[in-house]
């Protein structure tokens, strides 16, 4: 494997739908990306993300030493690893298999968006993808505020307008609400009626019914009441969440970071709650995919400079992740 310095960095940024590593030397220049399979806990069980996680690993270090590999910095990100315990097993994890790393750390996947938007300055994320989840940090200390799974929270997520959008239109189907226009999106994306598809929509994941979000946006686009109420509804309790940590911090001029596949795949959701957040949030969201603050992270465990030098060679050298 060829570098430009003795220094090699390994980012990672594990979710319920991929999991992207990076491998880069020490000025950011990145070596090798690959995309693998979903690594949260929460949607896979412990035993199984940390085989994927390992499986993702092995492929991003594979034209090398494998494992081997002598590493000066890793960070990994991973959602559903706020949980002290967990946290202390992908640690574990991270340690038995990179025996050549001179510095490990792992950690929610928030602070990916945090080390690549903000760096060391406090601010808040807000996460919206298959899930959602927002976070505040102050200095070293990391609240969370929102987000805790399906069955309690999630509140802004791919999956809650999914099932927002399948539910509403389920309700339309059978007559007990009025017209939309989900009903005839979603079972256009479904091939047939909700009726001669509910065995199948009970067989999909969170991921399979998070799909259905852009739909939510597409109605609303046409001004379907509907869909717009969704939308509405699940920007508020986005907006709330980001506003309950921004007062966690002091209220004022607060650094609110946007991550996540859903605020530009459902546009209506970006607009509504930056329109509810109002001037009082300075609003952030990144060009760079959240792997990036991972990589940034490793740079200042191992000690090189996360400079804007830094910051433009990964840039010019990011790639498209190779699939796992």
């Known amino acids: 494997?060829?570098?430009?310095?003795?220094?090699?960095?390994?980012?990672?940024?594990?979710?319920?739908?991929?999991?992207?590593?990076?491998?880069?030397?020490?000025?950011g220049r990145v070596i090798r990306r690959v995309i693998g399979p979903a690594s949260n806990p929460n949607a896979l069980g412990e035993t199984a993300a940390l085989e994927q996680l390992a499986h993702t690993l092995e492929a991003v270090l594979k034209p090398g030493d494998g494992f081997r590999t002598r590493l000066s910095g890793v960070?990994?990100?991973?959602?559903?690893?706020?949980?002290?315990?967990?946290?202390?097993?992908?640690?574990?994890?991270?340690?038995?298999?990179?025996?050549?790393?001179?510095?490990?750390?792992?950690?929610?996947?928030?602070?990916?968006?945090?080390?690549?938007?903000?760096?060391?300055?406090?601010?808040?994320?807000?996460?919206?993808?298959?899930g959602a989840c927002v976070y505040a940090r102050r200095g070293e200390e990391l609240r969370r505020v929102?987000?805790?799974?399906?069955?309690?929270?999630?509140?802004?997520?791919?999956?809650?307008?999914?099932?927002?959008?399948?539910?509403?239109?389920?309700?339309?189907?059978?007559?007990?609400?009025?017209?939309?226009?989900l009903l005839e999106l979603c079972e256009r994306r479904l091939g047939g009626t909700l009726w001669d598809k509910v065995s199948e929509l009970y067989r999909m994941s969170r991921t399979q019914v998070a799909a259905f979000a852009p739909?939510?946006?597409?109605?609303?686009?046409?001004?379907?009441?509907?869909?717009c109420r969704i939308l509405e509804g699940q920007s508020e309790e986005?907006?709330?969440?980001?506003?309950?940590?921004?007062?966690?911090?002091?209220?004022?001029?607060?650094?609110?970071?946007?991550?996540?596949?859903?605020?530009?795949?459902?546009?209506?959701?970006?607009?509504?709650?930056?329109r509810r957040l109002g001037e009082g949030y300075a609003v952030t969201l990144p060009e760079?995919?959240?792997?990036?603050?991972?990589?940034?992270?490793?740079?200042?465990?191992?000690?090189?400079?996360a400079d804007n030098w830094f910051d433009c060679n990964f840039t010019e050298t990011l790639q498209e992740g190779e699939p796992v």
């Open 146 to 181: 929102s987000g805790w799974g399906c069955l309690f929270g999630d509140e802004g997520s791919g999956y809650a307008l999914g099932r927002g959008a399948l539910a509403a239109a389920m309700r339309s189907a059978d007559g007990r609400d009025s017209p939309t226009l």
């Open 75 to 130: 960070f990994a990100g991973i959602a559903g690893i706020g949980i002290a315990p967990w946290q202390e097993c992908f640690m574990q994890r991270l340690r038995s298999l990179l025996t050549n790393a001179a510095a490990v750390q792992c950690g929610t996947d928030a602070l990916n968006a945090l080390y690549g938007a903000l760096g060391d300055r406090d601010g808040v994320v807000a996460i919206a993808g298959t």
């Open 238 to 274: 986005l907006s709330h969440a980001i506003e309950t940590a921004a007062a966690w911090l002091g209220g004022s001029s607060v650094a609110v970071v946007l991550t996540g596949s859903l605020w530009r795949c459902v546009p209506g959701l970006y607009v509504r709650v930056c």
């Open 1 to 27: 494997m060829e570098q430009s310095d003795r220094n090699l960095l390994l980012g990672v940024d594990g979710g319920a739908t991929k999991t992207d590593a990076v491998l880069c030397d020490g000025q």
């Open 288 to 305: 760079l995919p959240p792997v990036y603050g991972a990589v940034r992270r490793a740079a200042v465990l191992a000690g090189c400079a």
């Open 215 to 227: 739909l939510v946006s597409q109605a609303a686009g046409q001004e379907d009441e509907t869909a």
